[in-house]
Nanobody, 113 residues
Framework: QVQLVESGGGLVQPGGSLRLSCVASGTIITWYTMGWYRRAPGKQRELVAHTTSGSTTYVDSVKGRFTISRDNAKNTVYLQMNTLKPEDTAVYYC????????WGQGTQVTVSS
């Protein structure tokens, strides 16, 4: 059974940065496209970034500000978030793409002054 554990969220002021981590167990992420998703209050969960075989893709709203990376040896995926905006406030989750594993608890990111 695959388990995903996200961490690194918190409260940050607009313009600040956070680095999220996601550790997977019960599988080897090397063979999968991995992504970061987020669910903002009152909205559906959306895929914001994903990575596979060295390539990365971002939704327009985070391009140039977020960077997804992975350490396959550690079975871990990261999301570096810079120049954060209030509209980035959401619970952030990782999963493969498309998402077929059970969702983790996510990590809350709140951008507010």
């Amino acid at each position: 059974q695959v388990q995903l554990v996200e961490s690194g969220g918190g409260l940050v002021q607009p313009g600040g940065s956070l680095r999220l981590s996601c550790v997977a167990s019960g599988t080897i992420i090397t063979w999968y496209t991995m992504g970061w998703y987020r669910r903002a209050p009152g909205k559906q969960r959306e895929l914001v970034a994903h990575t596979t075989s060295g390539s990365t893709t971002y939704v327009d709203s985070v391009k140039g500000r977020f960077t997804i990376s992975r350490d396959n040896a550690k079975n871990t995926v990261y999301l570096q978030m810079n120049t954060l905006k209030p509209e980035d406030t959401a619970v952030y989750y990782c999963n493969n793409v498309p998402a077929v594993w059970a969702w983790g608890q996510g990590t809350q990111v709140t951008v507010s002054s």
